[in-house]
């Protein structure tokens, strides 16, 4: 699609041809090898198994443990529910300290479990929780901390675990955009007492839904798996409380499917996040965030910070032009949990402690990648990026022109 945007008319937000035909998307899912899934869905279908612990669930299980290189995996329905299983299972009650810079599953899955989530603020460098400042929230109370390596980078995982170890508190790490990646050569999934990845449809691995709680603990694993079953521990024997937290075939078969092409979409979203870096490094206000050659990374999300003083647009501007363009851009995770119910309610004085977190979600935006889109269309979209942000103060003044003009055009409707 090669649309060059030379004046303000090409964009299409005032009135040009659309940079694309049809809507590009964040998430949009990888499907690996079609046939092989196909194969597999016949297999179940066959053997009249269709979840409850059935093979192809076993079969991810041990893939997954075998690439994370951990001695337990326990397969879950989603992350979100793999989440309070892990809490419930490590006796997690009272406050447990948790980022608001997240998805907002890993503040419901505290909240949900009866515990309050302690949101702490972020290091913007990291995006990540800021551990000098986990260390100042700890109270009597608290009984863990819930890192999320945001983005798929790792958290500040040897500080956080030894303030949890200091503290006797329990480090959990919501790993749901870490899967594949490593903190130096030890693969995410290893740390704390427990990581939950997501297989989401929208992750770069997917299994239709479906999450994996792993863990090195081995006195830990067996209560994650019972529980994940309501319990059962044999026919007629249940115990633990327990939820029905499990995997089914088609979920699993579904993620031996996109694990067999796990290279190669890992290859695909790094050339496009090269493509987007080299495009986009020569613009001024707009910086690409970092992956270290030093870690393993999947390269899932494409984050931009967007600095409206060099830009002359804010991040919202850019998300309405993009959007214009058939550029779904996404600005997760805006506005920050904590200014989402349950939590403004409950905690309405939370933001004053998270400054950095305010500031980020005002800055943050993530651009389509994966397997539906080419280096040439992270080119195109890098080229909307840069014209819109060249023209910025001229940007600026159009928008408001047709907010302006649409302000009025609602008016005299109003008064005919
Ligand atoms: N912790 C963290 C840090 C997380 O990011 C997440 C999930 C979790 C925990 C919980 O994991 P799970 O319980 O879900 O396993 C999406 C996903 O639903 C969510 O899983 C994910 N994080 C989050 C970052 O993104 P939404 O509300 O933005 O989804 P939605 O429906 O707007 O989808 C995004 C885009 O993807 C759509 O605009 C279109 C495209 N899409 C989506 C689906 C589902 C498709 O093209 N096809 C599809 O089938 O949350």
Known sequence: MGNTKRTLDDLAIFGGV?????????????????RR????????LDRRWLTNDGPYVQEFEDQVAN????????????????????????GLSGEVIVPSMTFIATAHALQWSGITPVFCDIDPETHNMDPAKVESLITPLTTGIVGVHLWGRPCEIDKLQEISTRHNVALVFDAAHAFGCSSGKRMIGNFGDAEVFSFHATKFLNAFEGGAIVTNDDDLAPKLRLMKNFGFSGYDEVSYLGTNGKMNETSAAMGITSLESLE????????????YKESLDRVPGVSILHYADTNRNNYQY???????????????????????????????FYPGCHRMEPYRSLYPQAGLALRETERLVERVLLLPTGT????????????????AVSRGCGVQQRLAGLATAAAEGSGSGWEA
Not at 67 to 90: D, K, S
């Open 37 to 44: 899934l196909l194969e597999r869905f016949e297999d179940i």
């Open 264 to 275: 190669d979409i890992v290859a695909v979203n790094r050339t496009n996040y090269e493509q």
């Open 67 to 90: 690439i994370v290189g951990v001695r337990h995996c326990v397969a879950t329905c989603n992350a979100t529910v793999g989440l309070e299983i892990a809490i419930r299972a490590l």
């Open 302 to 332: 494409v984050v931009l910070e967007v600095n409206e003083t060099l830009t002359g647009i804010s991040r919202d501007e850019l998300i309405s032009i993009l959007w214009a363009e058939n550029v779904m851009a996404r600005r997760y």
């Open 18 to 34: 659309p940079a694309f035909d049809e809507k590009l998307h964040v998430g949009r899912p990888n499907i690996g090898d079609r």
């Open 372 to 387: 539906t889109i080419t280096p040439s269309d992270a080119s195109t979209i890098s080229g909307v990026i840069e014209a």
